[in-house]
């Protein structure tokens, strides 16, 4: 067993345990920790694979990004465990059933030869200036620019869709209308007056 065999094993260890704990943490927080160090690691197995841009990009978008906003989301709020336990037997069926499909697929899919796993030859190493970001920027606005646009189309309706579907008009809520404030003449803006001066006695 080579270094970069131990190496892996020690990731995907860690990264199983805990993808385990945050489906299984009773507490938010530490769900979203567990699952900050998932993303970690796998960032790890990323690297592994060469495949730096991929790795870095998990740790600066999801962990950096993501993970922080839903900490400070979960911090903030005031969310009450035991309402949210509430029908936790009532669904364990509907659950389990679906999890129950979603193995049996995956064993479908991984022991069924097609990705064709043991006949792929081991990755070769790379040359020194071998770049990844740019084999990636290429393959993607070459190859499978179509499919890149399409991806980035949908991501755009989904979330005009997101910000349509929150956006609520509040009637408690005063706004300044722009059409008002447009039409605004520069002698409505300041108004002078004139006061008689006071004498003290």
């Given at each position: 067993?080579?270094f970069?065999?131990?190496?892996f094993?020690?990731?995907?260890?860690?990264l199983?345990?805990?993808?385990?704990?945050?489906?299984?943490?009773?507490?938010?927080?530490?769900?979203?920790?567990?699952?900050?160090?998932?993303?970690?690691?796998?960032?790890?197995?990323?690297?592994?694979?060469?495949?730096?841009?991929l790795?870095?990009t998990?740790?600066l978008?999801?962990?950096?990004?993501?993970?922080?906003?839903f900490?400070?989301?979960?911090?903030?709020?005031?969310?009450?465990l035991?309402?949210?336990?509430e029908?936790?037997?009532?669904?364990?069926?509907?659950?389990?059933l679906?999890?129950?499909v979603?193995?049996?697929?995956?064993a479908m899919?991984?022991?069924?030869?097609?990705?064709?796993?043991?006949?792929?030859?081991?990755p070769?190493?790379?040359?020194a200036?071998?770049s990844?970001t740019k084999e990636?920027?290429?393959?993607i606005?070459?190859?499978?620019?179509?499919?890149?646009?399409?991806?980035?189309?949908?991501?755009?309706?989904?979330?005009?869709?997101?910000?349509?579907l929150?956006?609520?008009k509040?009637?408690?809520k005063?706004?300044?209308d722009?059409?008002?404030?447009?039409?605004?003449?520069s002698?409505?803006?300041l108004?002078i007056?004139?006061?008689?001066?006071?004498?003290?006695?």
């Amino acid at each position: 067993m080579t270094f970069q065999d131990i190496v892996f094993y020690f990731f995907a260890i860690i990264l199983i345990l805990s993808a385990l704990g945050v489906i299984t943490s009773r507490n938010p927080v530490y769900s979203a920790l567990l699952l900050v160090l998932s993303f970690v690691t796998c960032a790890g197995l990323w690297l592994l694979l060469e495949a730096e841009f991929l790795a870095i990009t998990l740790v600066l978008v999801y962990v950096g990004a993501v993970m922080v906003l839903f900490l400070f989301v979960v911090m903030m709020l005031d969310i009450n465990l035991d309402r949210l336990r509430e029908g936790f037997w009532k669904w364990f069926p509907f659950g389990a059933l679906i999890a129950i499909v979603l193995v049996a697929e995956m064993a479908m899919v991984l022991m069924g030869g097609n990705f064709g796993l043991d006949q792929m030859p081991a990755p070769s190493p790379q040359a020194a200036d071998y770049s990844n970001t740019k084999e990636l920027g290429r393959l993607i606005y070459t190859e499978y620019v179509y499919a890149f646009e399409l991806a980035a189309v949908i991501l755009l309706v989904a979330m005009v869709a997101a910000i349509a579907l929150t956006l609520r008009k509040r009637m408690d809520k005063r706004s300044p209308d722009p059409s008002k404030q447009v039409a605004v003449k520069s002698e409505d803006r300041l108004r002078i007056v004139k006061m008689a001066s006071e004498r003290k006695e």
